[in-house]
């Protein structure tokens, strides 16, 4: 990955500081793209929480989850999305700001608690990308997600054109 450009190598080391790295994007699991990028907008297919290219951290959340694991899921989905963002890109440089981030969780039926779960993903765009990681965000309630995961992202956001 790309270390060279001086935003990208500052992200690098701040999740390296709290012993986290870019994890090897995954594979498209179906007929589609992992990413597109159209005149400054960039969207990403859904982003899942994976460690070593397998899912982790899967069922619902108030079921089989509680609510920091959900949050932790959450984090590692938005570690997913920033290396997205770093292969689409090359690098981190052109990335002008997160612009939107829906979030599904797969929930108990009695559990309503989403937006806290999706905050470990909120606040790991924050810390990671700074000013760059303010988002809109909106939180959805699901009985299920595919292949059993428990938070699913969807991520919207600017660069700049040129490259």
């Known amino acids: 990955m790309n270390r060279g450009s001086s935003f990208t190598s500052e992200v690098l080391a701040r999740l390296e500081a709290r012993g986290l790295v870019l994890p090897m994007p995954a594979p498209p699991a179906g007929n589609y793209e992992p990413f597109r990028l159209v005149r400054g907008i960039g969207y990403l297919a859904a982003q899942l929480p994976s460690r070593d290219g397998r899912y982790v951290l899967q069922g619902r ?5 509680t609510l920091e694991e959900g949050r932790q899921a959450a984090a590692l989905a938005a570690l997913s999305a920033i290396t ?4 689409a890109l090359d690098g981190l440089e052109r990335l002008e700001g997160l612009i939107r981030v829906d979030g599904y969780v797969a929930s108990a ?3 309503v608690d989403q937006p806290e779960v999706l905050d470990g ?3 790991l765009f924050l810390w990671a990308l ?3 990681g303010k988002h809109a965000r909106t939180a959805f309630l699901m009985t299920r997600l595919p292949k059993n995961n428990s938070v699913e992202l ?3 956001f600017a660069y700049a054109l040129g490259h």
């Open 61 to 65: 959340v108030g079921a089989e989850l």
């Open 84 to 87: 997205r963002i770093h292969q």
């Open 109 to 111: 039926d009695t559990f």
């Open 121 to 123: 993903a909120s606040e």
């Open 130 to 132: 700074g000013e760059r």
């Open 154 to 156: 969807r991520v919207t």
